[in-house]
C-alpha cells in the first residue's frame, strides 16, 4: 500500500496520522499579500485606479479560474450559454472575462476518497463496486484519479492514473478500519491537487461523521478553495430515520460542497449511488471556465465571487430561472 508521503512531508508539525504511519501535517497557515491562486501567471492589464482607503499592491496577480455550474429547476445542466451572458464580480466589483470556455476538452483531476469506518463496513462491497463504474465512465487519457481511503488515519493507495487495471488493482485494496479522519481527507486531497492542471475534484463516499481529524473543518474548507477544487460528497445513509446519523456531520458536507461549487448527494442504496455518480459525471462535462485578472489588489486574504447569468439569456433559452453554482471565492494565501 503506498502511503502518503511526498506533498505532506511540506507541512510537518503536528501529529496527524498517528503512531502507525509516521505521516504528519500542520494546519494550513496563511501568507499575506501571496500571489492569487490561479493556473496561469502572466502579468494582467494595467492597474486599474482605486480608492485611496485601499491597500493596493504592486505585485504580479495570477489568472483567477472560477469553474461553474448552470442548471435549469430541475438540476439538468445547461451548456449552450455564452460569455456575454454571465457577468463575475469579486467583493462586488464586477471583473472583465479574460477566458471563457467549456470545460470538456480541459484535463480532470478527481480524488476518489473513500470512507473505510467501521460504520461503513457492510456498505463498502457495494461503494467499491459504483465507483468503479463511474472511473471507467468518466476517465479519458489526458484525465487521472487517485484513490484515498480514510479510517482512523488517511492512506493515498493509487496516485492520479487513467490506468483502469491500476485504479482496480488499487479498489482492491481497499480495507475497512475503526474512526474516521474525513477532514484531514479532504486536507490532503486538497494537497495532492494543487500542483494540477485543469479541473480539480474531490468526490467523497461517507457517513458524514468525523471522528479521528487533526485538521478542522474550516481548514479542510480552505484547503479546498486554495487547490481550487470542487467537493462532491456522497453521503451513505442506510436509514433515513436513524437516530445515530451524524446530522451535524452531513450538512457540513453540504455547506463545503455550496463554498467549492459542488453538490451534495444522498445514497441509500446502489442504484441512488450509481445515479450519483452519474449526475457528477455528466455535471463535469457540461461546466464553463470564466477567468480573470482581479481588477483591485487589496490586502485582504479571501476575495468572494459572484456570477450572474443575464436574464434575457435565461428567458430566450425558454427558461423561468437558472441555478449557478461555483466556489464562494479564493484565498490570496498558499497552503503550508
Do not use: C
Not at 114 to 129: Q, V
Amino acid at each position: 500500500m503506498k502511503l502518503w508521503t511526498s506533498v505532506v512531508a511540506v507541512a510537518l508539525a503536528v501529529p496527524l496520522f498517528g503512531q502507525a504511519t509516521g505521516r504528519t501535517v500542520a494546519p494550513a497557515q496563511a501568507e499575506t499579500a501571496a500571489p492569487a491562486q490561479g493556473t496561469q501567471q502572466q502579468s494582467p492589464p494595467a492597474e486599474q485606479q482605486t480608492d485611496d482607503t485601499v491597500a493596493t499592491f504592486k505585485s504580479e496577480v495570477k489568472l483567477v479560474n472560477v469553474f461553474a455550474t448552470v442548471t435549469d429547476n430541475n438540476g439538468a445542466p445547461i451548456a449552450s450559454l455564452k460569455k456575454e451572458d454571465f457577468k463575475v464580480l469579486e467583493d462586488g466589483v464586477e471583473q472583465k472575462l479574460a477566458v471563457f470556455d467549456r470545460e470538456s476538452e480541459l484535463p480532470l483531476s478527481i480524488v476518489m476518497a473513500l470512507d473505510t469506518s467501521l460504520s461503513t463496513k457492510k456498505d463498502l462491497p457495494l461503494e467499491l463496486a459504483s465507483a468503479r463504474k463511474f472511473a471507467r465512465s468518466i476517465l479519458r487519457p489526458i484525465d487521472g484519479l487517485a484513490l484515498f481511503q480514510f479510517n482512523e488515519i488517511v492512506d493515498e493507495i493509487q496516485h492520479f492514473t487513467a490506468d483502469m487495471k491500476r485504479i482496480e488493482r488499487a479498489i482492491a485494496r481497499v480495507k475497512p478500519g475503526a474512526a474516521t479522519a474525513l477532514y484531514d481527507a479532504m486536507y490532503l486531497g486538497s494537497q495532492a491537487l494543487i500542483p494540477r492542471q485543469g479541473r480539480k475534484v474531490i468526490v467523497v463516499i461517507t457517513d458524514g461523521g468525523d471522528t479521528a481529524s487533526r485538521v478542522s473543518y474550516q481548514e479542510a474548507v480552505r484547503a479546498t478553495q486554495i487547490a481550487e477544487t470542487i467537493v462532491y460528497p456522497i453521503i451513505m445513509v442506510p436509514i433515513a430515520a436513524s437516530a445515530g446519523r451524524d446530522l451535524g456531520g452531513e450538512h457540513a458536507l453540504i455547506q463545503i460542497a455550496k463554498d467549492t461549487g459542488g453538490k451534495h448527494y444522498y445514497a441509500t442504496s446502489i442504484d441512488q449511488l450509481d445515479e450519483a455518480f452519474k449526475q457528477i459525471s455528466d455535471e463535469l462535462r457540461t461546466q464553463y471556465l470564466l477567468a480573470y485578472y482581479p481588477s483591485r489588489r487589496v490586502a485582504r486574504d479571501f476575495r468572494k465571487i459572484t456570477i450572474e447569468v443575464d436574464k434575457k439569456a435565461i428567458e430566450g433559452a425558454g427558461l423561468p430561472e437558472v441555478r449557478v453554482r461555483h466556489r464562494s471565492g479564493y484565498y490570496t494565501s498558499k497552503l503550508n
